[in-house]
C-alpha cells in the first residue's frame, strides 16, 4: 500500500470514528460514524483554523500561535444546525437531508507544494488520494488581514476537481487595519461559497453550516475547476505560466474584493513588537514574563495546596482507614494499598491541581493574546547564532508542555538530520509534568523563593538544549545548515475567557487523566513491589519497605548517586518510577515515606521526611545536593510515552542513543553541580 492509500484510508477510518494517534496517546476525538460525509479543515498556520474546529465539533485539540501545533490529523462530530432543512433552489432537485459530519482539521499548509512532512500529508488526503479518499467538501480558512497571502492555497485547490467553501476569519483585526473585505464580492471572485466566522467568538457558524450543507446537496464535484496550461509548452515553462496564472487570481481576487488601503501609521501590535521582539530587550521581557508567571502561580496555589494536602492526609486516610477495619481489613495488605498507596500517592498528586490549573491558565492567556510567538521568534534568535537550526526551535516550544506532541512536531522540519536533532533535544525541554516535582521539592528546601527556583530550572533546560546541540553538531552533524525561522506573528488579541477556559480545561484534564491512570497503575506496581519481602522473615504485606524488593533493588542502584549527594533509597526508587510518568515520582515519595510509618498512624509531612533523607545523603550539604537533583531530574531519561513517540519518529537505534546520552548528561551534570556547590554552600 503506498502512503497516498494509506492516509486515505487513515481519513476514511476517521469518517468511521477507528482510533487515531495523539500528542497523549488517544485519538483527537470521533469521527460521525461509516458514510458521514467528510469535511477538510485546510489552511495555513495562525489562521484560526484549530479554533474553528473547537468551535463548531466542541473538541479540545491544542491551539497554538505558530506553526506545526497540528501535525497530525485531528478529527470531531460536527453537528450542522440546519443539518435537516430542506434547499429550495432550482438545481437540488432531490434534496437529501445532511446529518452529523466528520470534521477533519489538516496539518497547516501555507500550499499544497509540500517542504514539510506535515505539509506533504495535507497534500496527500487533499491531492494524491484516490478519489474514495478525498475529503467530500474542503473549508478553507483565510485570514482577512493577509488575504493575498492566504489565498495561494485557494489558488492552487481551484485547479483540482473538489468542492469547496472559504471560512473568512480575523475580520476584525482587518478593520483595525483600515482594511475592508466583501465577502460576496470574494465570493463572486473565487466561484465558491464565502462565509465570514468569528471562532473566537462563535459567530459566523450558523451561516458556515449553512453554506457546506447547502454544498453537500446541491453542488456536484466539477471535473475541473480551470483548462490546464499549454500541453505543448516544457514542464518548467508551462510551471512558471501556471505561477503567473495563480498570482494573476490572487492579484484580481483582492482588488475587486478588499477595500481601503490601511493604516500608514504602525498598528499597536508592531509597535509592541519593537519592543518585544527586539535583540536587547526581547530577551529580557521574556524572561521577565516566565519568572512573573511562575512566581504568580506558587504564590497563589501555595494556600490551596496545603488545605488539599491536609484533607487527603487526615481527613480521607482516616476515614478510609476506619472503613476498612469495620470490614475486617484495617490492619493487612488492603489497608495499606488504598492509605498508603492510593491515598498517599495519587492523593498528594492531587494536591498540584490547584497550581496546574493556575499555571495553565496564565500560559493559555499568554498563548492566546499572541506572545507565545514572539517568544519563539526571540529565543530562535538566540538559538541560531549558537548554532541550532531555526525552525527547529518550534517543536522544542511544544516541549515545555509535553514532549510527546513536541517531538510529532519535528515533521514540520524538511531535513531529516534536523528533524533526528530535534527529536534528540526536545526530551531536554521541562515538560509540565516535571513541574509538579520542580515545585515539591522548591517549596519544600526555598520556602518564598519556589518560583524562582522552578523559573531557573527553565533556564537550565535551555542551556541543556543549547550545549547538547551544540556538541551533537560538532560531532555528528557538523556539515548541517541552519535556516531562518518564518513565522507569521498573530495580532495582539484580548484574550477571551471561553477559549482560555477550554485551553486550561483541556490541559488540566490531561494532568487528572495521568493521576488517575498511569500513577494508579505505577501506584499498584509500587505497592506490589514493596509487599514482597527479601529479606527478614516478613510475609506478604508486613515486610519493613527498606527489606522488600523495591527497597533491596532501589539501594542495588543508590551507590552511582553518591558523587550527586543524593544516595538515599527512597530517592533513586522514585527516579525509577518517575521512568513511567514524571508525576509518578511524588506519588512514589510519598507511597514510601508512608507506608514506613506504622499502619494508621499519621504519615506526617512528606516535606519533612524528603528534607531529613537529602540532609542524610548529602553529609549536611543539603541545597547543592537538592540542586543536583533537580538537575538530573530535569536531564535524564523521558517518561516511556515520550520514547514510544522517539521510536516512531526516528527509529530504534536513535532513541537508544537519546537515553544513553541522556543518563551521561544527567549523572555528569548532577555530579559537577553537586561537587562544585559543595563549596560554597
Same mark, same amino acid.
Given at each position: 500500500m503506498t502512503s497516498t492509500d494509506l492516509e486515505a484510508t487513515r481519513l476514511r477510518d476517521a469518517a468511521a470514528g477507528a482510533p487515531a494517534a495523539s500528542c497523549h496517546g488517544e485519538g483527537p476525538g470521533v469521527g460521525a460514524g461509516p458514510g458521514a460525509p467528510v469535511i477538510a479543515l485546510v489552511g495555513a498556520p495562525n489562521v484560526g483554523k484549530s479554533t474553528l474546529f473547537n468551535a463548531l465539533t466542541g473538541a479540545r485539540v491544542t491551539t497554538g500561535n505558530w506553526p506545526g501545533t497540528t501535525v497530525s490529523v485531528s478529527r470531531g462530530v460536527w453537528r450542522p444546525a440546519h443539518a435537516a432543512s430542506g434547499d429550495s433552489r432550482p438545481n437540488c432537485h432531490t434534496p437529501t437531508a445532511v446529518g452529523e459530519l466528520t470534521l477533519v482539521d489538516l496539518p497547516g499548509a501555507y500550499s499544497i507544494d509540500p517542504l514539510s512532512p506535515d505539509?506533504?500529508?495535507?497534500?496527500?488526503?487533499?491531492?494524491?488520494?484516490?478519489?474514495?479518499?478525498?475529503?467530500? %467538501?474542503?473549508?478553507?480558512?483565510?485570514?482577512?488581514?493577509?488575504?493575498?497571502?492566504?489565498?495561494?492555497?485557494?489558488?492552487?485547490?481551484?485547479?483540482? #476537481?473538489?468542492? $469547496?467553501?472559504?471560512?473568512?476569519? $480575523?475580520?476584525?483585526?482587518?478593520?483595525?487595519?483600515?482594511?475592508?473585505?466583501?465577502?460576496? +464580492?470574494? +465570493?463572486?471572485?473565487?466561484?465558491?461559497?464565502?462565509?465570514?466566522?468569528?471562532?473566537?467568538?462563535?459567530?459566523?457558524?450558523?451561516?458556515?453550516?449553512?453554506? %457546506?450543507?447547502?454544498?453537500?446537496?446541491?453542488?456536484?464535484?466539477?471535473?475541473?475547476? &480551470?483548462? #490546464?496550461?499549454?500541453?505543448?509548452?516544457?514542464?518548467?515553462? +508551462?510551471?512558471?505560466? !501556471?505561477?503567473?496564472? !495563480?498570482?494573476?487570481? /490572487?492579484?484580481?481576487?483582492?482588488?475587486?474584493?478588499?477595500?481601503?488601503?490601511?493604516?500608514?501609521?504602525?498598528?499597536?501590535?508592531?509597535?509592541?513588537?519593537?519592543? *518585544?521582539?527586539?535583540?536587547?530587550?526581547?530577551?529580557?521581557?521574556?524572561?521577565?514574563?516566565?519568572?512573573?508567571?511562575?512566581?504568580?502561580?506558587?504564590?497563589?496555589?501555595?494556600?490551596?495546596?496545603?488545605?488539599?494536602?491536609?484533607?487527603?492526609?487526615? #481527613?480521607?486516610?482516616?476515614?478510609?482507614?476506619?472503613?476498612?477495619?469495620? *470490614?475486617?481489613?484495617?490492619?493487612?495488605?488492603?489497608?495499606?494499598?488504598?492509605?498508603?498507596?492510593?491515598?498517599?500517592?495519587?492523593?498528594?498528586?492531587?494536591?498540584?491541581?490547584?497550581?496546574?490549573? /493556575? $499555571?495553565?491558565?496564565?500560559?493559555?492567556?499568554?498563548?492566546?493574546?499572541?506572545?507565545?510567538?514572539?517568544?519563539?521568534?526571540?529565543?530562535?534568535?538566540?538559538?541560531?547564532?549558537?548554532?541550532?537550526?531555526?525552525?527547529?526551535?518550534?517543536?522544542? &516550544?511544544?516541549?515545555?508542555?509535553?514532549? *510527546?506532541?513536541?517531538?510529532?512536531?519535528?515533521? /514540520?522540519?524538511?531535513?531529516?538530520?534536523?528533524? /533526528?536533532?530535534?527529536?534528540?533535544?526536545?526530551?531536554?525541554?521541562?515538560?509540565?509534568?516535571?513541574?509538579?516535582?520542580?515545585?515539591?521539592?522548591?517549596?519544600?528546601?526555598?520556602?518564598?523563593?519556589?518560583?524562582? %527556583?522552578?523559573?531557573?530550572?527553565?533556564?537550565?533546560?535551555?542551556?541543556?538544549?543549547?550545549?547538547?546541540g551544540r556538541l551533537l553538531r560538532a560531532t555528528l552533524w557538523r556539515t548541517m545548515g541552519g535556516e531562518p525561522l518564518v513565522l507569521d506573528l498573530p495580532p495582539y488579541q484580548r484574550p477571551t475567557l471561553r477559549l482560555t477556559a477550554a485551553v486550561t480545561w483541556q490541559r488540566l484534564k490531561g494532568f487528572l487523566r495521568t493521576a488517575t491512570g498511569v500513577i494508579v497503575a505505577a501506584v499498584c506496581l509500587v505497592w506490589l513491589a514493596q509487599s514482597i519481602p527479601v529479606v527478614g522473615g516478613d510475609g506478604f504485606g508486613a515486610v519493613p519497605t527498606a527489606d522488600s524488593l523495591y527497597g533491596v533493588a532501589a539501594r542495588a542502584i543508590t551507590p552511582l548517586f553518591a558523587p550527586a549527594g543524593f544516595a538515599a533509597w527512597q530517592t533513586t526508587s522514585a527516579l525509577v518510577v518517575g521512568f513511567v510518568a514524571k508525576e509518578a515520582v511524588i506519588s512514589s515519595w510519598a507511597q514510601t515515606y508512608a507506608v514506613a510509618q506504622p499502619t494508621g498512624t499519621d504519615p506526617g509531612s512528606l516535606g519533612e521526611a524528603i528534607r531529613t533523607s537529602f540532609e542524610a545523603s548529602s553529609s549536611g550539604h543539603v541545597l547543592p545536593a537538592v540542586a543536583a537533583f533537580l538537575v538530573f531530574l530535569l536531564a535524564y531519561i523521558p517518561c516511556v510515552a515520550t520514547l514510544a513517540a522517539q521510536r516512531r519518529e526516528i527509529g530504534w537505534r536513535w532513541t537508544l542513543f537519546g537515553v544513553a546520552m541522556q543518563l551521561t548528561v544527567a549523572w555528569v551534570a548532577a555530579v559537577a553541580v553537586f561537587q562544585i556547590g559543595r563549596l560554597f554552600w
Open positions: 505539509e506533504a500529508l495535507t497534500r496527500d488526503l487533499l491531492v494524491d488520494a484516490p478519489p474514495t479518499g478525498r475529503p467530500d %467538501v474542503a473549508v478553507v480558512v483565510l485570514d482577512a488581514a493577509t488575504l493575498a497571502r492566504s489565498l495561494y492555497i485557494v489558488a492552487q485547490l481551484r485547479e483540482q #476537481p473538489r468542492r $469547496m467553501v472559504v471560512a473568512l476569519t $480575523m475580520l476584525d483585526v482587518a478593520a483595525t487595519r483600515g482594511v475592508a473585505v466583501d465577502s460576496g +464580492a470574494l +465570493a463572486e471572485a473565487l466561484g465558491v461559497p464565502v462565509v465570514g466566522v468569528d471562532p473566537r467568538r462563535r459567530t459566523g457558524l450558523d451561516d458556515l453550516s449553512r453554506a %457546506v450543507t447547502g454544498v453537500l446537496r446541491c453542488v456536484p464535484v466539477p471535473a475541473r475547476a &480551470i483548462e #490546464p496550461v499549454d500541453p505543448a509548452l516544457p514542464g518548467e515553462d +508551462a510551471d512558471l505560466q !501556471r505561477e503567473d496564472e !495563480r498570482f494573476a487570481f /490572487i492579484e484580481r481576487a483582492v482588488s475587486l474584493t478588499t477595500h481601503g488601503t490601511g493604516h500608514s501609521r504602525l498598528s499597536r501590535s508592531d509597535r509592541i513588537d519593537r519592543i *518585544v521582539t527586539a535583540p536587547v530587550t526581547g530577551p529580557l521581557v521574556f524572561l521577565a514574563v516566565m519568572w512573573a508567571v511562575f512566581q504568580l502561580t506558587t504564590t497563589v496555589a501555595a494556600p490551596l495546596q496545603d488545605q488539599l494536602d491536609r484533607l487527603f492526609s487526615g #481527613p480521607v486516610s482516616a476515614g478510609a482507614h476506619r472503613m476498612l477495619s469495620l *470490614v475486617g481489613l484495617g490492619g493487612g495488605p488492603v489497608n495499606g494499598l488504598v492509605v498508603d498507596g492510593l491515598i498517599a500517592g495519587v492523593g498528594m498528586l492531587l494536591t498540584f491541581v490547584p497550581l496546574m490549573a /493556575i $499555571m495553565f491558565a496564565l500560559l493559555a492567556l499568554l498563548e492566546d493574546s499572541g506572545y507565545l510567538a514572539r517568544a519563539a521568534v526571540v529565543t530562535d534568535r538566540q538559538m541560531r547564532r549558537l548554532g541550532l537550526p531555526g525552525r527547529a526551535f518550534l517543536p522544542l &516550544i511544544v516541549g515545555f508542555g509535553c514532549n *510527546v506532541p513536541a517531538i510529532a512536531a519535528t515533521r /514540520i522540519l524538511p531535513s531529516v538530520r534536523q528533524r /533526528i536533532l530535534t527529536a534528540l533535544l526536545v526530551p531536554f525541554t521541562s515538560c509540565t509534568a516535571r513541574l509538579t516535582v520542580y515545585l515539591l521539592v522548591a517549596t519544600t528546601f526555598f520556602g518564598r523563593w519556589a518560583g524562582t %527556583v522552578v523559573f531557573a530550572m527553565y533556564v537550565v533546560s535551555i542551556l541543556f538544549v543549547v550545549v547538547v
